[in-house]
Structure formats: structure tokens, C-alpha cells
């Protein structure tokens, strides 16, 4: 069974950094792509960067010069980078995979970010 196990999330204080990995367990293949989502209280589930062949292929806008995404395509590993973070960062962050072999997306379980004013 394939499992994404993320860690790294924590509370930080604003204009902190924190690091966020990701290493995904039990697949006998690479991903398509790889990256990361959040979602705040009250708001919905929002992709905050992705990664192709060990290319970062999108951010959001609001992360954009702050947050950089990295990984292993052959590991099936991923990384975030935040730096400068704001309140408004703060989120579970999760995990998220998409196997063109199978046609569906993996999810980890989630980390906390907090990032206090």
C-alpha cells in the first residue's frame, strides 16, 4: 500500500522558515508529479507548489518568491522550502502525488503550520 509521510510543520514566528518533506512508502513506481496543497480553516484545499520530473512546474501566487519546491523523481521525495512566512500561511499542509500508471492522486495525512503574528 502506498503511504505519503510527511514532517517538518511546526509554529514559527513571522519572517521564519520551516521545511517540509515528503518521502512516499510501499510504491513500486515514480509519481507523475509531486507537490503540496494546504488548506486553512474555513477555506478550501488550495495547491501551493508542484514538481515534474524534478522541475517545479507551479506555484501559487501568494507563495511565490517565498516558497520553493523541491524533489527526487526516482526517490519519489519532496521538499518545500518556506522562508518569510506570514499568518496567513498558516495551514495543514499535505502531501499530494499523481500516478499516470494508475490514474489517481496519493495524499499524506497532513502537517500543522502555524505561524504566529
Known amino acids: 500500500q502506498v503511504q505519503l509521510v510527511e514532517s517538518g510543520g511546526g509554529l514559527v514566528q513571522t519572517g521564519g522558515s520551516l521545511r517540509l518533506s515528503c518521502a512516499a512508502s510501499?510504491?513500486?513506481?515514480?509519481?507523475?508529479?509531486m507537490g503540496w496543497y494546504r488548506q486553512a480553516p474555513g477555506k478550501e484545499r488550495e495547491l501551493v507548489a508542484d514538481?515534474?520530473?524534478?522541475?517545479?512546474?507551479n506555484y501559487a501566487d501568494t507563495v511565490l518568491g517565498r516558497f520553493s519546491v523541491s524533489g527526487d523523481n526516482a526517490k519519489n521525495t519532496v521538499v518545500l522550502q518556506m522562508n518569510s512566512l506570514k499568518p496567513e500561511d498558516t495551514a495543514v499542509y499535505y502531501c499530494?502525488?499523481?500516478?499516470?500508471?494508475?490514474?489517481?492522486?496519493?495524499w499524506g495525512q497532513g502537517t500543522q503550520v502555524t505561524v504566529s503574528s
Open positions: 510501499g510504491a513500486t513506481f515514480t509519481f507523475y508529479k
Open positions: 514538481i515534474q520530473g524534478g522541475v517545479a512546474t
Open positions: 499530494w502525488a499523481y500516478s499516470d500508471k494508475y490514474g489517481r492522486p496519493y
